[in-house]
């Protein structure tokens, strides 16, 4: 699993240019558990791209690790955009970084070929309204967060 710092510095010019006309907002953010045991902090954001006015997208990342500068955390990414399933979801894949939820198992030879690990327009938006949030080291989660199902449902293809 790669850091969000390598994930970012990986990440090419034109995505972080196209990443300034994306708005978010942080939907959850908790600790949880992953299938392995690991505690993580698991952030879903709701991305919109003020530009082309398409559907928002749907964000999850998990940071594992209790470093203050969450950039140097080891981070699983997912977006549902169509970016990231076919240029970026296999590469991270194969790193650890994310899982193949929707991408197929090929690989992406024409669209990422050297199958750099990097972020799309909308998780890089995203980082910093991350780094903004207050990381209890507490790994207990709250009652309301044991109560909340919203994310549960993603639960068996989402660390």
């Known amino acids: 699993m790669l850091t969000l710092s390598k994930l970012i510095n990986n990440t090419p010019e034109q995505i972080v240019l196209n990443s300034r ?5 942080v939907l959850k953010s908790y600790w949880d558990v ?3 045991g690991k505690e993580h902090r698991k952030i879903m954001i709701r991305a919109k791209d003020i530009v082309t006015r398409n559907p928002p997208k749907t964000l999850v990342l998990s940071i594992y690790g209790t470093e203050r ?8 990414v997912y977006c549902n955009c169509e970016y990231f399933k076919f240029y ?3 590469a991270l894949s194969l790193r650890g970084s994310s899982s193949i939820i929707e991408a197929t198992k090929q690989l992406p030879v024409n669209n990422n070929p050297r199958l ?14 991350i780094r903004r949030l207050k990381f ?3 790994l207990t989660p709250t009652e309301k967060e044991l109560r909340d199902p919203t994310l549960r449902s993603l639960k068996d293809f989402i660390p």
């Not at 006309?21 to 907002?25: D, E, I, L, W």
């Not at 750099?116 to 309204?129: D, E, F, G, R, V």
């Open 21 to 25: 006309n994306v708005t978010g907002r």
């Open 34 to 36: 992953d299938n392995e």
């Open 69 to 76: 500068d969450i950039t140097k955390n080891k981070a699983w």
């Open 88 to 90: 970026l979801e296999v």
């Open 116 to 129: 750099t690990p990097y972020l799309c327009k909308h998780i890089l938006s995203a980082i910093p309204q």
């Open 136 to 138: 209890d080291r507490s």
